[in-house]
């Protein structure tokens, strides 16, 4: 062989791959894993866009005041146990974020196979810009830090970059005339906007947890803070408490038990006497609703929206609808300063902004007031750019709904409606929401099996695109579940059975989450059930215990490791 045939073969080595996996966060880190461990010879490869892994709880993106809204003993993978953080760094089990960032670096070190760490394999500072399917093959067009180009190709391709990816950046009326910076929460942590002697006045906008996030941290930076929210959306986020008085530990181990999981009206709970009395009959919905409202009037309480002596506009941050609902944003409060501190340093408005000036906000009531720097906890779109538009509608991801053909849109129009009375009959509660602001889209849901798999294509997975309430609990499972779909040990239901169900799951989805169900992702309070239904597929049942133990006991990553051991024992 020549030196030129060896050149292009070893550039064809380092670009061709058995599997990719695009994102190094919390769910592309344990789809490497797993997969390595099915197949620790197996030529993968993870691409990354940042400088660290970790995604959200990545390095760039971590600062002092950034907390974990899951508990130790919850917030690890099973192959690892987390070390308790220091005490002055929890709070009711919860930690400063800064730990999980510290986990996930030891993890990707010291995992190995075939002589490599799991960081070995992954390729830092390159950003997928394209991806297109050629032949069996997915090719992915990507930009190097240089600004080289290079093209890598994939059997099997997993999109692991989750929902926090590509920050949404409202465009404000008048930014080209605004003298300060416009940063969004995914750049908050490497700005150094908060020591800068000459930003006095920073104004926040959104109404969510990484908007709480920023104004926490601005008031106790010694900044002029104020908080703007639309006046017509899903409205402010709500914050819960961490030290709600449950049975268990804490309040996230007791939402990791079936029983509590059971007192919500999902649509992957199991059908038995239990859930049918409970959501089907109009005595259990009852119940179910009070159980709900009271500890919606915990955390009203808690905040005392109305009754705190501000004269700043704290009661607009009180939020529209029940918890029970999540039809906005929200998150858990950390700090027990947080309400008395926003109620008497913050000023809040709930109204749209009119325009900038050059240092001033005007809003659509017209006040006036300055600003030096806004800060955007707007979130993120869909993390889809990467493909064109006829692919997204082949694989059936989030597309405009004018790209689709009308014998497409007619089926799933025709299936969603089929699934959604069932859904208003099964669930009671479900049938009659309460007044308010829902936000539709002009794109299609997610139409993907258990939240991942294109009907159109078994060589790609959509990974940690689903809203769950313990993230990297479900992004593990996720993992589980993809090794065995390629290595095409799941036994899938018919096309016409999976578009069935995948179309019940839309409409429930949109029913129990209202707004945030829309997109047909959303499973912020079932994360449980939504894992046992995952491990089902597979045919694993080494984490179910006693009857007894089974339904009160926490299901956490020591019962999943359980899973993926007799999955690994049973694939030899």
């Not at 340093?345 to 325009?355: G, L």
């Not at 790609?460 to 695109?465: D, P």
């Not at 079932?526 to 597979?538: A, E, G, H, N, Q």
Request: charged letters at 25%; one cysteine or more.
């Amino acid at each position: 062989m020549n030196e030129s045939s060896a050149v292009m073969e070893n550039m064809s080595e380092a670009t061709s791959f058995e599997v990719v996996i695009i994102g190094a966060g919390i769910s592309g880190i344990i789809a490497a894993q797993r997969y390595l461990q099915a197949h620790p010879r197996c030529k993968l490869t993870v691409l990354e866009k940042d400088y660290c892994v970790g995604g959200v709880f990545s390095k760039r993106r971590s600062y002092d005041n950034f907390w974990t809204q899951w508990t130790h003993g919850m917030a690890e993978y099973s192959d690892m146990p987390m070390e308790r953080p220091p005490g002055e760094d929890c709070k009711f089990d919860c930690f400063r974020a800064k730990y999980t960032t510290q986990y996930l670096e030891k993890y990707v070190d010291d995992k190995t196979h075939a002589g490599r760490s799991l960081r070995d394999r992954i390729q830092f500072e390159v950003t997928v810009e394209k991806v297109e399917k050629k032949g069996n093959k997915w090719m992915l067009s990507c930009l190097n830090l240089n600004g080289s180009s290079t093209e890598i190709s994939a059997e099997k391709l997993m999109v692991a970059n989750g929902e926090c990816s590509f920050p949404n950046i409202p465009k404000l009326p008048g930014q080209e005339s605004f003298d300060g910076p416009i940063i969004h929460s995914e750049s908050f942590a490497e700005s150094d906007i908060l020591a800068s002697k000459t930003v006095k006045h920073i104004t926040v906008l959104a109404a969510g947890k990484s908007a709480a996030d920023m104004v926490y941290n601005a008031v106790k930076a010694g900044k002029t803070v104020t908080w703007i929210i639309k006046k017509n959306g899903t409205g402010p986020g709500f914050f819960a408490s961490l030290d709600e008085k449950t049975p268990w530990k804490n309040p996230i181990e007791a939402a990791h038990t079936r029983v509590m999981s059971s007192l919500m009206p999902s649509i992957l709970n199991p059908d038995n006497w239990w859930t049918w009395s409970l959501h089907s009959t109009r005595i259990g919905a009852g119940i179910v609703g009070r159980i709900f409202s009271a500890v919606d009037q915990k955390f009203r309480k808690l905040a005392n929206y109305r009754g705190r002596s501000s004269t700043k506009g704290f009661d607009k941050l009180e939020y529209d609808t029940d918890f029970f609902w999540q039809n906005g944003t929200g998150g858990a409060v950390h700090h027990d300063d947080f309400w008395s501190l926003v109620a008497d340093n913050v000023y809040v408005y709930r109204v749209d902004v009119k325009t900038l000036g050059r240092n001033t906000i005007t809003l659509e009531d017209g006040t006036t007031f300055p600003c030096d720097a806004i800060l955007c906890g707007t979130g993120f779109q869909p993390a889809l750019q990467i493909f064109n538009p006829d692919l997204l509608v082949h694989l059936d991801l989030p597309h405009k709904k004018e790209d689709e053909p009308p014998e497409m849109t007619e089926k799933w129009n025709r299936l969603l409606s089929e699934a959604d009375e069932k859904v208003t009959k099964k669930f009671l509660i479900l049938a009659k929401p309460p007044p308010h602001f829902h936000k539709l889209l002009s794109i299609t849901p997610y139409r993907l099996y258990n939240c991942m798999a294109p009907l159109s294509d078994d060589s790609i997975l959509i990974m940690n695109h689903i809203t769950a309430g313990n993230k990297i609990f479900a992004a593990e499972a996720q993992a589980m579940w993809a090794v065995a779909y390629f290595d095409k040990k799941i036994t899938l239901p018919s096309v016409e059975e999976r578009e069935n169900e995948i179309g019940s799951w839309v409409a429930w989805c949109r029913r129990r989450y209202l707004s945030n169900g829309e997109l047909g992702t959303f499973a912020g309070l079932d994360s449980i059930p939504y894992v046992d239904k995952l491990l089902r597929d597979i045919g694993l049942d080494a984490h179910r215990q006693s009857w007894w133990r089974d339904f009160f006991l926490p299901f956490g990553p020591k019962e999943l490791g359980k899973a993926w051991e007799q999955y690994l024992e049973s694939a030899k």
